[in-house]
């Protein structure tokens, strides 16, 4: 029988293979004036930089996965290695201790397209992606979002219809994150327009470099082009690439966002990491350390920081007792973009003009790419107001909204 994996016998494993394949991460301590003073909330560069990243993140993936670290609780039959979610945050929070290549790109093929995966799809698909996405080989997106369906997705009207094995996929999508990089997606079909239209609905693998799939950049309000539309003509997907049973989708679809709220909520720790100390290096700076208004305001980013942080820990909790977190994973993404705009409000304060032309001065109108990439946070995996009908409904226990009246 094979030894069991304790806490203690997995933290030296897993130290002694960080300790020999990377270097521990020195604190980026930022004195005013030195270094780079870029804050950002999505990424911003060219293709080429953004290829080179997305290469050096495969490539540590594939060591971490070989190694026995990169699906920690999965299946055996997958390179899993079937361990406790504590196992799993244990080697997270070592992982964090070293300067390691990001792993933004697997976020969402690994955070929402693979528990999917493993939930809904068949056999071969499971044997032909499920390793290949933890091992970092292939990437997966997101593709729900449409022009007119986004709070509202199952209005979504991208059509795939049946031709013997296959079915043939036609439509567009919007909003794709990474999709310029990704070799498969998550697509959620109208399979038939005659169902009510939560009920005629359903999903697939598409193979994102298929004959029929066209990928176009959007580039957002501070440069860089994270997100693209993806247009489908005639694309054919087999049927073995289904998820779950036709006009069944929906479900398949909630099993994503309960997913993608985890992941979101779980991560956003307030204020999305920029911390009070650099908002403080601000004020110094300007001479401005005594002024009560920006004081209060700092004072309350510091507050809220604090209590998004303690309700992210209690929904931490409450999957480490094997507990489904809901809604707390709404009120924690609510919490994070509230702190954003709160730190919007702070340093359109202290910075005014400074923020609207760039004087070359230091650490000033950087600001502005914070301030710009706040509204699309805001929108992201649910938007604040429908964040807010969750946590109305099902916390507050409000009476559901009346539904809206078509338009005509
Ligand atoms: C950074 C970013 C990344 C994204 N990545 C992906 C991705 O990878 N894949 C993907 O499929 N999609 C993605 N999206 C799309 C995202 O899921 C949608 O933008 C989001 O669901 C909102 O849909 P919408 O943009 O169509 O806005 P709408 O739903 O049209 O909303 C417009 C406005 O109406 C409000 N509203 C809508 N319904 C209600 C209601 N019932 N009550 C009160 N107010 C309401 C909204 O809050 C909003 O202010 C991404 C979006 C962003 C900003």
């Known amino acids: 029988m094979a030894e069991a994996v304790t806490e203690a016998s997995f933290r030296e494993e897993a130290s002694d293979f960080l300790e020999a394949n990377a ?48 699906w920690i609780t999965g299946p055996r039959q997958y390179g899993g290695r ?7 945050r244990l080697w997270q929070s070592l992982q964090a ?13 690994l955070g929402m397209v693979a528990p999917t995966i493993l939930a809904h799809a068949t056999p071969d698909v499971k044997d032909a992606y499920l390793r290949a996405l933890y091992r970092g080989e292939i990437i997966g997106c997101q593709l729900f979002s449409e022009p007119g369906a986004g ?42 327009p005659n169902l009510p239209k939560h009920k005629g609905l359903t999903g697939f693998v598409v193979n994102m470099h298929a004959p029929g799939v066209e990928v176009r950049p ?12 993806v247009f489908f003509n005639d694309v054919r997907v087999p049927d073995d690439h289904r998820l779950g049973d036709v006009n ?16 979101i909520g779980g991560g956003s720790a307030g204020v999305a990491g920029i911390g009070p100390g650099r908002l403080m290096d601000l004020v110094n ?13 700092l004072a309350d980013i510091w507050i809220h920081a604090n209590v998004a942080r303690y309700t992210n820990l209690r929904a931490m909790e409450k999957i480490k007792a094997g507990q489904l977190p809901g809604p707390e994973m709404s009120i924690a ?24 032309a760039d004087t070359g001065e230091w650490g000033t109108y950087a600001w502005s790419e914070l301030i710009l990439g706040v509204p699309g946070v805001r929108v992201a995996g649910g938007t604040d107001e429908v964040m807010k009908n969750i946590v109305g409904e099902r916390v507050l226990g409000l009476p559901k909204e009346p539904p809206v009246a078509a338009s005509g």
């Not at 959007?218 to 693209?228: I, K, P, V």
């Not at 069944?248 to 992941?263: C, F, I």
Request: overall charge negative; glycine content about 10%; hydrophobic content about 35%.
């Open 285 to 297: 700076h300007l001479g401005r350390a005594g002024d009560p208004v920006l004081r209060q305001q």
């Open 82 to 88: 079937e361990l406790p979610a504590g196992h799993e």
């Open 97 to 109: 201790r070293y300067d390691t290549p990001s792993s933004a790109p697997f976020g969402i093929g």
């Open 333 to 356: 993404k609510l919490s994070m973009t509230n702190n954003l705009r709160r730190i919007s409000g702070f340093l359109t304060s202290a910075l005014g003009l400074r923020l609207t």
């Open 218 to 229: 959007l580039r957002q309000m501070t440069g860089g082009a994270s997100f693209n539309e």
């Open 23 to 70: 270097k521990l991460r020195v604190d980026e301590v930022i004195a005013w004036g030195e270094g780079s003073d870029k804050v950002g909330l999505f990424a911003e560069r060219s293709r080429e930089q953004e290829l080179a990243d997305v290469e050096e993140s495969k490539r540590w993936r594939q060591k971490v996965f070989d190694a026995g670290f990169g």
């Open 248 to 263: 069944q989708g929906w479900s398949v679809a909630l099993t994503t966002l309960m997913n993608e709220r985890a992941a």
């Open 151 to 192: 709070s509202d997705l199952a209005s979504l009207q991208t059509r795939a219809e049946r031709d013997g094995d296959e079915w043939i996929v036609n439509g567009q999508k919007v909003w794709t994150s990474g999709a310029q990089y990704s070799d498969i997606g998550e697509i959620i079909c109208r399979t038939d």
